[in-house]
C-alpha cells in the first residue's frame, strides 16, 4: 500500500533535488587522473609585444587542455588574456593542435577563438587566441574563462600566456607542464618501448644514455626504477668498458621514480623504485669487463646533479693510468651528489667507490658500501687538492689495501664531514680514515665503530705534516697494532709531525688509544679517553661512557646495528664545550641559518639538550647556548624527551614498566570502584 507524501516532506525532497541540480550546474567537475596544477606569476602589464611568459607542454596522448582563469576573478572589458602559439616558437611532432569549445557552456564567459594565429588559427591575428569577458559573472567562484586544445597525437608544443592584470594561479589539465626557462624534462625507463621521445612517462627513453645526449643546461632528467648500464644507448658502443655516464653542468638528473606505466608515474621514493647504475656491462657477476668508471664527472660546478641512485659494479683496473681510478664515480669537478649509494665497485688504485681529483664534490645523505682500492681509498679518494663537503654519509665495510678503508685525503685534501659514520672498514693503515701530506680534515658529530687496521690506525691514520680536528666524535671498537682510535706517524727522516686537534669526544675502544710516532702535537679537552690523557689539554675523564650496546644486538662490532647512544648516567652527559661547536656550515636543519652552532647530533635530534637528572660538567655559551652539549657524536635523550617519550604504561614516568605502575593501577581502580 502506497504512501502519499505530507507537505513538508514534499517540500524537503523538492529543496534537495533543487540543491543537487544547482551544484551540478555551478560545481567545477572534478580533475582528470594526472591533472596538476602551475603556478605562473604575473605582475604589473606587461605589453603584447614584450616579453611573455612561456611554458613547454608536453602531450602524451589524445586529450583536452583548459587553461582557465582563477577561482573567483571578476573579468572587466580591460581584463583578458592571450594563448599565444607562434610557428617559430612552436614544435609539433606527429599530428596537430585544434580549438575546440568549451565542454562546458557553464564555465565559458567569452570567446574561443578570436582571429587567431599559427598554427590554431593561421589567418589573422597578432595575438593568438584571445578569450576576454565583459559583464556580470556567471556565478561566484565558477572559473569564467578558459581554453581548450586539442592534441591528435603525441608530440609537444611552446605556449606563451599573456595577460593584461595581475593573474597569480593558472592550472593545467593532464599534462606535464614544464617551464621554459626553469628547462625541458626529460624520462627514462629501461622497461618501457624502443623509440620514445623522453617527453613524458607515457613514451620515455629506454636509455639513460639517450636523455644525457640530449640535455643541456637547465633541464632535468627523471629515471625510473631499473638498471641501467652505461654502454647502452646514444653515442656509446655495447661493451665499451670506457663508455660511462657523463655528469653536464646545470643538469639534475633524478632516480627513484615509479615510471612508465604505473598509477602514478611521477611518485617518487628511492628505496621502493631503486634506480642503480650498473658497471656490469659484460658477463653477469664477473668484474673484469666491467666499466672502468659507472660515472664521470670532467669539469662540473655544484649545479651539475646526482641523486637518488645506486652506483654499483663499476672496476677500474685498466692499462691507462686514469683508468685505474674511481670504480663508482671520477671525479675532476665539484658537482653534487645527493642520497646515493656506492656499492661493490673497486679501482686497482685509489678510489674504489668515488675519486676526486682537483674537485670538492658536495656529497650529502651517501652510503658507500663494500668498495674496495688496492692501493688507498676504499669508500672514496680526495686525491690533490680536493675538499668535498660531506653531510649524513657512511662508510661501511670499505676495504683498502694500503690507507684509508673508509675515506684517504691526500696532498692538499681537506674535507668537511659532518653527521658521518665509519663503521667496519679496513686497511693496512687508517682502517676508517688516512690522511697524508698537508691534508686537513674537520670531523663533526661522527661515528668511528669496528674499524681495523694491521698496522696503525684503527680508525683514523695521520701522515706527514696533516691538521686533523675532531669535534664531538665517538670512537669504539676500532683496532690497530698500533692506535686503536688515532695514530701519528711521518715517513722516515722526514721529521713532519702532523697537528691534531681533539674535543667533546669520546675515545673508548679498549685501550691503546692514541699512537703518536712523530711527535705530533696533539691537544685533547672536555674529552673521554680511555686509559686517560695526560697531554696538553684539559677537563678530561677516563670513565666508561655507558654506551647502550657498542656491538649491536648481533654481538659483532663494526656492523650497522652498533648502538653508541649514551645511557642515563652517562659521564659524557653535560660534559662538552659550547663554544667548541662549529658553525652550522652545511645547515642541517635546513633553516638557511648557517651562523648558528651545529644544531643537530647524529640523529638528527637537538645537539644542545640538558638532561636534568645529570650535574653539567661543561661549559655553557649564553645566551643563546645555555643547554651544554655532550661529549661525542649522540646527544642524549633524557627519559619523557620528544628523542625518548615516556614507555606506555609508565605511570610515574621514571622510565620503568614495573610493580609501581601495577600499584597505581590498583589504587586507582579500589578507589574509583
Known amino acids: 500500500m502506497s504512501k502519499r507524501l505530507n507537505r513538508r516532506q514534499f517540500g524537503i525532497i523538492w529543496a534537495l533535488g533543487l540543491t543537487a541540480v544547482f551544484m551540478s550546474y555551478f560545481t567545477y567537475p572534478a580533475p582528470l587522473a594526472n591533472a596538476m596544477d602551475l603556478e605562473i606569476g604575473f605582475t604589473g602589464y606587461p605589453r603584447p609585444t614584450g616579453d611573455f611568459f612561456c611554458i613547454h607542454v608536453q602531450v602524451c596522448e589524445d586529450h583536452l587542455l583548459e587553461i582557465y582563469s582563477p577561482d573567483g576573478y571578476t573579468f572587466g572589458d580591460d581584463v583578458y588574456w592571450a594563448l599565444v602559439c607562434s610557428q617559430d616558437q612552436a614544435t609539433i611532432t606527429g599530428g596537430t593542435v585544434t580549438a575546440a569549445a568549451p565542454s562546458d557552456s557553464s564555465r565559458y564567459g567569452g570567446r574561443v577563438c578570436d582571429e587567431g594565429f599559427a598554427p590554431l588559427c593561421p589567418d589573422e591575428g597578432p595575438y593568438g587566441q584571445i578569450v576576454s569577458y565583459s559583464g556580470t559573472p556567471v556565478a561566484p567562484d565558477i572559473y569564467l574563462n578558459y581554453f581548450v586544445l586539442h592534441k591528435e597525437s603525441v608530440g609537444d608544443i611552446v605556449l606563451n600566456l599573456w595577460t593584461s592584470t595581475d593573474l597569480t594561479v593558472w592550472n593545467l589539465e593532464d599534462v606535464l607542464i614544464i617551464p621554459e626557462s626553469g628547462g625541458r624534462i626529460w624520462h627514462v625507463d629501461h622497461r618501457a618501448p624502443m623509440g620514445g621521445h623522453g617527453q613524458g612517462w607515457c ?27 652505461p654502454d647502452q644507448g646514444a653515442g656509446v658502443t655495447s661493451g665499451d668498458r670506457t663508455a660511462t655516464f657523463g655528469l653536464i653542468n646545470g643538469v639534475t638528473i633524478e632516480g627513484g621514480y615509479a615510471g612508465y606505466g604505473e598509477p602514478d608515474p611521477n611518485a617518487r621514493d628511492i628505496d621502493t623504485y631503486t634506480t642503480i647504475l650498473s658497471g656490469d656491462i659484460g658477463t653477469a657477476v664477473v668484474n673484469t669487463d ?4 659507472v660515472v664521470t664527472s670532467r669539469e662540473t660546478e655544484p649545479n651539475a646533479v646526482l641523486d637518488g641512485f645506486t652506483i654499483t659494479g663499476g672496476n677500474a683496473n685498466g692499462a691507462v693510468a686514469n683508468e685505474n681510478f674511481g670504480g663508482g664515480i671520477y671525479n675532476y669537478g665539484s658537482p653534487t651528489v645527493n642520497d646515493c649509494t656506492f656499492s661493490a665497485n673497486s679501482a686497482n688504485n685509489n678510489g674504489g667507490g668515488m675519486f676526486n681529483i682537483l674537485g670538492s664534490p658536495k656529497v650529502t645523505n651517501c652510503t658507500f658500501n663494500g668498495n674496495s682500492a688496492g692501493d688507498s681509498g676504499g669508500g672514496m679518494d680526495n686525491y690533490t687538492y680536493s675538499s668535498p663537503i660531506l653531510t649524513n654519509c657512511t662508510f661501511i665495510e670499505n676495504l683498502a689495501h694500503s690507507g684509508g678503508g673508509g ?8 674535507p668537511t664531514l659532518t653527521n658521518c659514520s665509519f663503521i667496519g672498514n679496513s686497511a693496512d693503515s687508517g682502517g676508517g680514515m688516512f690522511n697524508r701530506y698537508f691534508s686537513d680534515p674537520t670531523v663533526t658529530n661522527c ?6 687496521a694491521d698496522s696503525n690506525g684503527g680508525a683514523i691514520y695521520i701522515w706527514d705534516n696533516c691538521i686533523l680536528t675532531l669535534i664531538n666524535c665517538s670512537f669504539s671498537q676500532n683496532s690497530a697494532l698500533n692506535g686503536a682510535a688515532l695514530a701519528c706517524d711521518d715517513p722516515p727522516n722526514f721529521n713532519t709531525p702532523s697537528t691534531l686537534g681533539v674535543t667533546n669526544c669520546i675515545l673508548w675502544d679498549g685501550g691503546g688509544e692514541i699512537w703518536n710516532n712523530d711527535g705530533s ?7 673521554d679517553v680511555e686509559g686517560g690523557w695526560t697531554g696538553p689539554g684539559s677537563n678530561n675523564i677516563n670513565t666508561d661512557p655507558l654506551f647502550a650496546d657498542s656491538d649491536g644486538h648481533d654481538n659483532i662490532p663494526g656492523t650497522i646495528d652498533d648502538n653508541l647512544h649514551l645511557f642515563d648516567g652517562s659521564p659524557c652527559i653535560d660534559a662538552g664545550n659550547n663554544t667548541a661547536v662549529p658553525l652550522d656550515t652545511p645547515d642541517l636543519d635546513n633553516d638557511e641559518d648557517t651562523a648558528e652552532r651545529i644544531p643537530l647530533d647524529i640523529d638528527g635530534e637537538p645537539r644542545f639538550s640538558d638532561d636534568p637528572a645529570t650535574p653539567n660538567t661543561g661549559v655553557s655559551d649564553p645566551p643563546d647556548y645555555t643547554d651544554i652539549v655532550d661529549m661525542g657524536a649522540d646527544e642524549h635523550s633524557p627519559c619523557g624527551s620528544p628523542g625518548r617519550p615516556y614507555p606506555p604504561v609508565d605511570l610515574n614516568h621514571d622510565c620503568k614498566i614495573d610493580f609501581l605502575d601495577i600499584a597505581i593501577i590498583g589504587d586507582y581502580w579500589l578507589t574509583r570502584y
Open 521 to 527: 702535537a696533539i691537544t685533547i679537552n672536555y674529552s
Open 447 to 452: 661515528i668511528f665503530s669496528g674499524n681495523s
Open 290 to 293: 666491467n666499466s672502468y668508471h
Open 203 to 229: 613514451a620515455p627513453f629506454q636509455f639513460l644514455q639517450d636523455a644525457l645526449a640530449v640535455a643541456e643546461a637547465g633541464h632535468t632528467i627523471k629515471v625510473a626504477q631499473s638498471t641501467y648500464r
Open 407 to 414: 675515506l684517504c685525503n691526500y696532498n692538499y685534501s681537506s
